[in-house]
């Protein structure tokens, strides 16, 4: 088992393919292999979800749809929170601005 | 000069009669054509609730147009009109055509790649076999 989980963090180091365990599927791995070493933290993916959409243009007039990027108190949330693409932060935050202006998502919340 | 696209939106008290409305409306459009623009759509929201106060007011009736014009007097009578108008308690003027061309830019640019590698269908599983060779001697 420890010569295992050596190997597991060579492949792992170069990149390369990784011995499948026993029976673990894809993404699936136990917390087993977390003593020794680098933690191995199973991170999900986060895509934009404009770039799912495969959109060319954010609406700033579909406050329903900008909801999702800002917080509670109506600050816009970083990239690294969403996972949108540089690109479409760059579009996002403009619209999110434009439907602040005309009271369709608030500045800040109100108390 | 090229035509330009604007969006208008602007908010209205929520106590305005209906009659007052279509005035104001009318008489935006009056001036629009005045200034040798041209109002393509008017859409009434209608009333729907503010993010937050506006002149104490949580309410308020949304009306969104859209207009040419390809100069930029159009824009500047209308805000100033919209500006003294007393039932007007908000309003936003965005221009849209140069989004728009960006929009098209990329529509364009995408069909063309879409066009150019349509076989593209590798096979990606490859590095699997290697994997469990190298994992075999070990157990």
């Known amino acids: ?111 | 000069m090229e035509e330009r696209l604007y969006d208008l939106i602007f908010i209205l008290r929520p106590d305005t009669p209906e009659a007052d409305i279509d005035k104001v409306i009318s008489t935006l459009e009056h001036a629009a054509t005045e200034k040798g623009g041209k109002i393509d759509s008017v859409n009434k929201w209608g009333r729907k609730r503010m993010a937050y106060r506006v002149q104490k007011l949580r309410e308020g009736y949304f009306v969104y147009m859209v207009i040419r014009s390809s100069h930029g007097e159009v824009v500047k009578e209308l805000e100033r009109r919209l500006k003294v108008s007393d039932p007007v308690i908000k309003y936003l003027t965005v221009r849209l055509d140069e989004e728009l061309k960006r929009q098209d830019k990329l529509k364009r640019h995408r069909e063309r790649r879409a066009a150019r590698r349509p076989r593209k269908t590798a096979p990606p599983a490859p590095a699997m076999p290697g994997a469990e060779q190298a994992a075999a001697p070990t157990v």
């Not at chain 1, 492949?11 to 393919?17: A, I, R």
């Not at chain 1, 934009?48 to 959109?55: I, L, Y």
Request: glycine content about 16%.
């Open chain 1, 1 to 111: 088992m420890a010569e295992e989980n050596a190997q597991q963090s060579y492949g792992g180091g170069g990149g390369g393919p990784r011995p499948s365990g026993p029976g673990g599927g894809p993404g699936g791995r136990p917390g087993g292999p977390a003593k020794r070493g680098k933690r191995n933290f199973v991170r999900k993916k986060k895509v934009c979800r404009f770039c799912v959409d495969k959109a060319d243009f954010i609406d700033y007039k579909k406050a329903e749809i900008l909801a999702p990027f800002i917080q509670e108190r109506g600050k816009i949330l970083p990239r690294r929170m969403t996972g949108t693409c540089a690109r479409h932060q760059r579009w996002l935050t403009v619209a999110i601005k434009r439907a602040q202006n005309i009271a369709l998502l608030p500045f800040a919340a109100e108390l």
